[in-house]
């Protein structure tokens, strides 16, 4: 229950100041300057809260002034029952109840969940420890500036009470004895509290007093609220203050708008035109300049509309924000653009006055309950009956943290759409309302009708996603969302009730829906249960104690060049592969997963270079056809084919031979504890993959964000969690490779495993290569840093893998299955860390870089260890290629040696797009193409036969 309560009320608050505490960091360089741009920032957005809050202390105080003088003599007259008729009679007449005295302390409960969620936050916030600023010299630790008798003294406790106490004391004249105490005690509450807390924490809650005092000051200034009347006195500022909306409103503020937008539209074009790694000094000037400017300008019309409550104010706000965000990242243009024609489109007064004058014959009540039973429709589709359905499939991803990010989705798409249309004034609160309707309406058609199939999901991954991506899907959206809107708009303006009606029936059919999924999937997890696990799923591996068996295992790019280096310096990762050998002068077919693996199962006939044309047919067709021939071979000799694919396999993705079980079937420890662990991303994942359900078809592919989803806009922890469960869930496989494989004396087998444990991104210990969850090298600054021409990170991830793979055979030799099996080692292509390669090109480190004049990641990895092969790991320098992989298996089976017939041998290496939409229909879309005759350590072997890309160096 606790952490229930905790994910629900004070992670957000965690999460908010963490992320605006780093940024602050970021751009300060001083964890101390950070704190106070966490306070400004984190108080702004409060200003609303505090100023319904005060609002709210001075309506109850102007009732009870008003009342005070009755109540007493209500209470010096009447006794007994007639003393109770007259008060509440007495609280009628003022339409008042004694609950709301509550209200008069919403301000301080305001500040309750903000402060705990400080003091967790900054009590355990690692970089605070050792950092200084100003006479702080460890913001981690009490200040103890002062020393007495031996004794330390806080000071900076003291002064921040003395701080409160000053900034009650500017209004205190106009509170009643009850209030006035009330801030008293609360002044001497946290300053028991935050005596012995750290510095940085006390720094920062001072920081929030002084904004606090100015605050008043303002308030005082202004004259917001009277002495004891609550009556607005007109002073100068106040004049202004009202006038400053009303400026906006008309047609000066008009062509104020047009400056702003029309000069964010030539900073834009600027930056298409310049990028900003490349920014001259004027485009930084000019940047600097807009978010100077834009900040200024937020922070004034933001206090403003908080103290007017014109919506134009508001709009403003979030328009400078939004300028701020676009000089940072492109992303805000969108929200730049349509703030900006919602602006012109809002002061154009003579359409708005005569919205007004429509809208002003509907019935608000009305409005507001049709548009409430909306979201709710809305908030159940995407965060109720929408995870029911991920919840029969996985139940683990459901943690109190899950739940309480439901909780706070749920209540979010309620609360604060309707927060919003009590807001805006009467004509856009039907447009809103309409705008409601419509999006509730969408959410329900896309989740239950217009659904889509991108197959079963794992790992956070769907299996068939380029149904994701199609260019007519935005023409179908459109037309679906105009229809909602006209359907929409035409029920609001003629047949409310039929609105209603509609609204309501599909929420109905939402509850519906989801009760029947919940069913649904609890009965089938009951058969399944009962049901006996099919042999194929239980053991994706089968290895025959008296038959030919051939295992390739496929490591997503692993670099070949580093075995040398582990021969060298970590030997004992090592010590299971007997009778191997190693080629180290292998090329990779192409530098991309999709690219290269057709070729490594079925060989030279669908290398990218050769199915760079168009045969007629598919790309799909034409791989199945040649894998299709090639397991036909292996059948005839005895051998059953099988793809044991712990990744997507999508030109072969209807096959029977391929199997998708290895996630599903195998979850060890190591998996569970990284669910635990990332219990905070797994719910962010739930969150957004009810979003991604109710969204159109040509916006889920940004949603789904190639399997990160929208949940990096909301990582909290520098370590990458994605990073964390991507490492542990293929560790556990390589690891459980025992568990999943049957020895027996049955019938030979093939079996092609493919494993990403060596694929960026790397969380691998170096010291025992087993899951971190921390960058496991602190030293360098981003993951794909290089030490000594390798990168750390990756090269720790290859280590583990050597280990598991060396720990699989040891078991193999245990279960008499390792000598009559012919067990290639391989991988699909390398990372860009490859020293060999980078001395052919004459670069003093190696690079990541694809294309232009360095051909980016060929050297790939190529080991085999033949049946009845004995002794110790042996180095062959025969050059060879991934797509060796056939006819190294196809001689091992027609007891020949492997030879080489050309003289020099002649290799191929493509560069390519990673992602199958990018690719046409019947050929691979080619980058450039590489030529390598002979051995690939002379730099004039290389010829480039093309290229579309520009030099990369």
């Not at 029309?262 to 930056?271: D, E, I, N, Q, S």
């Not at 990284?674 to 719910?683: D, S, V």
């Not at 290629?881 to 027609?894: C, G, T």
């Amino acid at each position: 229950m606790l952490d229930y309560l905790y994910y629900l009320f004070i992670a957000p608050l965690e999460w908010i100041m963490r992320t605006v505490l780093e940024a602050g960091f970021t751009s300060f360089g001083t964890y101390g300057v950070a704190l106070v741009f966490m306070s400004i920032v984190v108080n702004v957005m409060l200003l609303p809260l505090y100023h319904l809050a005060e609002t709210w202390q001075e309506s109850e105080r102007r009732v009870q002034h008003d009342m005070e003088r009755q109540l007493a003599r209500i209470k010096h007259t009447f006794k007994g029952k007639e003393r109770y008729m007259l008060t509440s009679t007495l609280y009628r007449q003022h339409e008042y109840h004694p609950i709301f005295a509550v209200r008069t302390s919403f301000g301080f409960l305001i500040q309750v969940p903000f402060f705990f969620a400080a003091y967790h936050f900054l009590s355990h916030y690692a970089p605070l420890h050792g950092a200084s600023f100003w006479i702080f010299s460890n913001l981690a630790k009490p200040d103890a500036l002062l020393s007495v008798a031996g004794f330390d003294i806080n000071v900076l406790p003291i002064l921040m009470t003395v701080i409160n106490i000053f900034s009650a004391l500017v209004y205190t004249n106009r509170l009643s004895m009850r209030d006035k105490i009330q801030l008293y005690v609360m002044a001497g509450l946290f300053l028991v509290l935050l005596y012995t807390a750290p510095s940085g924490l006390v720094f920062y809650w001072t920081c929030n007093n002084i904004f606090s005092l100015l605050k008043n000051m303002v308030y005082e200034e202004l004259g917001i609220f009277s002495h004891g009347q609550g009556v607005i006195k007109k002073t100068r500022a106040r004049l202004v203050l009202d006038n400053f909306g009303g400026f906006l409103e008309h047609a000066a503020g008009i062509r104020l708008q047009l400056a702003f937008w029309l000069g964010g539209m030539a900073c834009a074009c600027v930056r298409v035109f310049l990028p900003v790694s490349g920014e001259p000094a004027f485009l930084t000037s000019l940047l600097t300049a807009v978010i100077v400017i834009s900040s200024i300008w937020f922070v004034l019309v933001f206090f403003a509309w908080v103290l007017t409550g014109r919506l134009s104010l508001l709009l403003w706000a979030v328009y400078a924000a939004a300028a701020v965000l676009f000089c940072v990242s492109s992303h805000a243009f969108f929200i730049f653009c349509i703030t900006g024609l919602v602006l012109l489109f809002y002061q154009d007064c003579s359409f708005a006055n005569k919205c007004q004058e429509k809208a002003c014959s509907l019935s608000q009540k009305e409005i507001l309950s049709l548009s409430v039973k909306a979201l709710f429709l809305l908030a159940a589709t995407l965060f109720i009956a929408t995870p029911i359905r991920l919840f029969m499939a996985d139940a683990s991803l459901f943690t109190s943290c899950t739940l309480a990010l439901l909780t706070i989705a749920f209540a979010g798409t309620i609360i604060v759409p309707y927060c919003l249309l009590r807001l805006v004034r009467p004509s856009l609160r039907v447009v809103l309302a309409v705008t409601v309707c419509t999006t509730s309406l969408a959410g329900f058609a896309y989740t239950w009708f217009l659904t889509r199939d991108y197959g079963p999901l794992d790992a956070f991954m769907f299996a068939w996603t380029q149904d994701m991506y199609h260019d007519w899907y935005r023409l179908a959206d459109s037309a679906v969302l105009v229809l909602l809107f006209l359907i929409a708009a035409f029920c609001f303006a003629k047949h409310r009730a039929l609105l209603q009606k509609l609204v309501s029936a599909c929420l109905f059919v939402t509850v519906l829906l989801g009760g029947w999924n919940a069913y649904g999937g609890l009965s089938s997890k009951k058969d399944a249960a009962a049901a006996p696990v099919a042999e194929e799923v239980q053991y994706p591996i089968h290895l025959s104690k008296n038959k030919t068996n051939v295992l390739v295992l496929m490591l997503d790019m692993f670099t070949g060049d580093h075995v040398s280096y582990l021969m060298k310096e970590r030997p004992e990762v090592l010590k299971g592969f007997d009778g191997f050998t190693f080629y180290p002068d292998t090329i990779s077919e192409a530098d991309v997963t999709i690219m290269s693996v057709p070729s490594i199962i079925a060989g030279d006939k669908v290398a990218p270079r050769n199915l760079a044309k168009d045969t007629g047919k598919t790309l799909e067709e034409s791989i199945s056809s040649e894998t299709d021939s090639f397991f036909a071979e292996l059948k005839e000799k005895g051998l059953t084919p099988r793809i044991a694919a712990s990744d997507d396999i999508d030109f072969l993705a209807q096959k029977p031979y391929v199997t998708r079980t290895l996630y599903r079937r195998f979850m060890t420890e190591e998996d569970s504890a990284a669910k635990e662990q990332g219990g905070e991303y797994t719910g962010l994942f739930v969150v957004s993959y009810g979003l991604f359900q109710g969204m159109p078809w040509s916006v889920r592919q940004y949603v789904y964000n190639e399997g990160s989803w929208i949940m990096p806009l909301f990582s909290a922890s520098k370590a990458d969690v994605v990073g964390i469960m991507h490492s542990r869930r293929h560790y556990a496989v390589l690891n459980g490779l025992a568990d999943l494989t049957r020895a027996d004396d049955g019938a030979g087998s093939y079996t092609f495993l493919t494993n990403e444990l060596s694929h960026i991104p790397w969380y691998i210990s170096k010291d025992t290569l087993t899951p971190v969850s921390e960058d496991p090298c602190p030293e360098t600054t981003f993951i794909l840093d290089m030490r000594n021409g390798r990168i750390p990170e990756h090269y720790y991830a290859e280590a583990a893998a050597m280990q598991l793979l060396s720990k699989y055979f040891e078991w193999m030799k245990k279960e008499q299955v390792y000598d009559n099996t012919l067990i290639l080692v391989v991988s699909d292509h390398c990372e860009g860390d490859s020293q060999p390669i980078a001395a052919v090109f004459g670069k003093p480190e190696p690079a990541i870089a694809q294309g232009g004049t360095y051909p980016g990641r060929p050297g790939s990895l190529f080991m085999v260890k033949p049946i009845n092969a004995k002794g110790s790991i042996k180095t062959d320098m025969t050059p060879m290629k991934s797509s060796d992989v056939r006819p190294v298996i196809e001689a091992a089976l027609e007891n020949r040696p492997f030879e080489r017939k050309e003289d020099p041998f002649v290799r191929y290496h493509a560069t390519g797009e990673a992602v199958r939409r990018l690719h046409n229909d019947k050929s691979y879309n080619l980058q450039s193409l590489w030529k390598i005759t002979g051995s690939r350590d002379e730099r004039s072997h290389w010829e480039m036969l093309f290229t579309t890309k520009k030099q990369a160096f």
